[in-house]
């Protein structure tokens, strides 16, 4: 699941992609004939698309932990000059300081490498060798989708010890990503959404859209910066709960029955039963269309986020240690049939198995 990343047995250098149309950035395009390559010929590559979009996918912030530092002092220079009559290391020493001059990745690099310095050197070296074949500032930043997947997957048992504050980043994560696919696909009804086709079948707009400079590559390194941090304080947090309480179940439900009370889920709903029985036609297909999927997506968040701080916790805890029993060597697996944690609901109980 990479952007053209080697697979095992292939020692080849992973191909460069085109750089996007316009960047932000103003730096000169990266040198002629790269090319990327997408594994599956004449289609979208979904693994393709999982990378790109990184962290806008996973639950993914606005109310961001780490602040940042105001400005910078740092000479923006092109890629191709910092790198000009540099070996390896002298490369990796340039780019710790001028690979992402913005003042959220250098905020992002400084967090890396003072929480996991195998890490941050690992990080530098993958973008050496990018920037020596030719790489510009937007395959740097795709060095850094390559490299937080496996980070996040390896650290999912830290992560889940973050009790709260983790919850809290998941919620952080979803509302940002519902602004941004709201911006981007200029709404968030059924029509509206529909312009995001062409945007997610052509694996050079999403490049686009995450490239060195713009709101998405902000998104994505602010997320990365604030993940890492997590990751960091669960090394020394105390286990997470494997299981949720009665109170947490009272709190779960009260939170739900808040949601559904809420004025456009009850449209929602409601117009869907009526058209799953065959009774509204074409009123309720139009009903349905104009449902704004982000802002219940928001309201749902805002009922979360009145958890009590407890319950948070266990409920992050044992959402990240069911996580972890779906990741393989190869990423994510999924349980077989029944092996997947459900929740059943009577009136006055919501129960957890």
């Keep these: 699941m990479s952007f053209g990343k080697r697979g095992p047995g292939n020692d080849s250098p992973r191909p460069l992609p085109p750089p996007p149309a316009a960047s932000e950035s103003r730096e000169p395009a990266a040198a002629s004939g790269l090319r990327m390559t997408v594994a599956s010929s004449g289609g979208f590559d979904l693994r393709f698309a999982a990378m790109a979009v990184g962290v806008m996918a996973i639950a993914a912030g606005g109310a961001f932990a780490v602040s940042m530092i105001g400005g910078s002092s740092i000479k923006v220079r092109p890629v191709a000059e910092i790198v000009t009559g540099l070996n390896r290391d002298q490369v990796k020493a340039a780019l710790a300081l001028e690979a992402l001059p913005d003042k959220h990745g250098q905020v992002f690099m400084a967090t890396l490498k003072a929480s996991f310095p195998s890490e941050h050197d690992k990080l530098l070296g993958q973008m050496a060798e990018t920037a020596m074949r030719g790489g510009d500032r937007n395959t740097l930043a795709i060095d850094v989708n390559e490299w937080l997947v496996p980070f996040a997957m390896q650290n999912m048992s830290n992560l889940g010890r973050t009790g709260a504050a983790g919850f809290d980043f998941a919620l952080d994560t979803v509302d940002y990503g519902l602004d941004y696919i709201s911006h981007t696909a200029g709404g968030c009804t059924a029509q509206s959404l529909a312009n995001l086709e062409p945007i997610f079948s052509d694996p050079n707009r999403i490049l686009s859209e995450i490239a060195y400079g713009s709101k998405g590559y902000e998104f994505n390194i ?66 349905l269309s104009r449902v704004d999927v982000c802002k219940i997506g928001h309201t749902a968040i805002d009922r979360l986020r009145k958890l009590p701080t407890d319950t948070k916790a266990r409920v992050w805890g044992v959402g990240m240690n069911e996580l972890r029993k779906m990741v393989g060597p190869n990423g994510f697996r999924m349980p077989a049939p029944g092996q997947y944690p459900s929740a059943q609901y009577s009136p006055g109980r919501l129960t957890m198995r």
Aim: proline fraction near 3%; charge should be negative; glycine fraction near 10%.
């Design 222 to 287: 602010k997320t990365s910066t604030r993940l890492v941090a997590l990751a960091d304080a669960g090394r020394s947090a105390s286990n997470a709960p494997t299981a949720l309480t009665p109170q947490d179940e009272a709190a779960l439900q009260s939170a739900l029955m808040s949601l559904m009370m809420d004025r456009d889920v009850m449209n929602l709903v409601q117009a869907g039963m009526s058209q799953a029985q065959g009774g509204g036609g074409s009123m309720d297909s139009a009903a």
